[in-house]
């Protein structure tokens, strides 16, 4: 059974760093893309970034281009994001998501999500 | 930047059929995939590739799509279909991931 644990959530003034991570088990990490995902509160899903399951690749929303940083250790079965310069809009619930296969697929399992707080 | 355009909300009685529309330019030459989020919940992929139901999706969901829509019907609508639902494409031409907006279905 494939498992997504996300963790790392938190409050964090604006400008302020945090980084995410997502434990995966049940499944070959490294051969899948992975995803995160936020929503922010009472708003719909807004895709963040994606990672091939080489980590060769890297592909990023307009808002967090620049400030964050997606990553993998498949040899710990781990997706990460780095989010820098945070601000108030990125309050959200982050989702890591798995790609049924390559980075065009569709998201076929998620995780719990973690909650980012950006408030001063 | 792609755009896809969902009804804010749709309701249904029980027993009758829902369709929960996604609009984009020319969405037939994208592959769609539908998203059910319930309160409180991570989302859950109900269909994929147009009209793909993954393994435990109950054959009263089921998606089309063609032209400038991709719709997702939910026949003989339960109280438990009461959620959101979220249109999803592969934008190649940016290479981004491209949601609706989002639907909320209330089962009255």
């Known amino acids: 059974e494939v498992q997504l644990l996300d963790s790392g959530g938190g409050l964090v003034q604006p400008g302020g760093s945090l980084k995410l991570s997502c434990a995966a088990s049940?499944?070959?990490?490294?051969?899948?893309?992975m995803s995160w995902v936020r929503q922010a509160p009472g708003k719909g899903l807004e895709w963040v970034s994606t990672?091939?399951?080489?980590?060769?690749?890297?592909y990023y929303s307009d808002s967090v281009k620049g400030r964050f940083t997606i990553s993998r250790d498949n040899s710990k079965n781990t997706l990460f994001l780095q989010m820098n310069s945070l601000r108030a809009e990125d309050t959200a619930i982050y989702f890591c998501?798995?790609?049924?296969?390559?980075?065009?697929?569709?998201?076929?399992?998620w995780g719990q999500g973690t909650l980012v707080t950006v408030s001063s | 930047s792609y755009v896809l355009t969902q009804a804010p909300s749709v309701s249904v009685t029980p027993g009758q059929t829902a369709r929960i529309t996604c609009g984009g330019n020319?969405?037939?030459?994208?592959?769609v995939n539908w998203y059910q989020q319930k309160a409180g919940q991570a989302p859950v992929l109900v269909v994929h590739?147009?009209?793909d139901r993954p393994s435990g999706i109950p054959e009263r969901l089921s998606g089309s799509n063609s032209g400038n829509t991709a719709t997702l019907t939910i026949s003989r609508a339960e109280a438990g279909d009461e959620a959101d639902y979220y249109c999803?494409?592969?934008?190649?031409?940016?290479?981004?991931?491209?949601f609706g907006g989002g639907t909320k279905l209330t089962v009255l």
């Open positions: 590739d147009d009209s």
């Open positions: 020319n969405i037939g030459s994208y592959s």
């Open positions: 999803q494409v592969w934008d190649g031409s940016t290479d981004h991931v491209v």
């Open positions: 998501a798995k790609k049924a296969d390559s980075v065009v697929t569709e998201f076929d399992s």
């Open positions: 049940g499944f070959d990490f490294g051969g899948y893309a």
């Open positions: 990672l091939s399951g080489s980590g060769r690749s890297t």
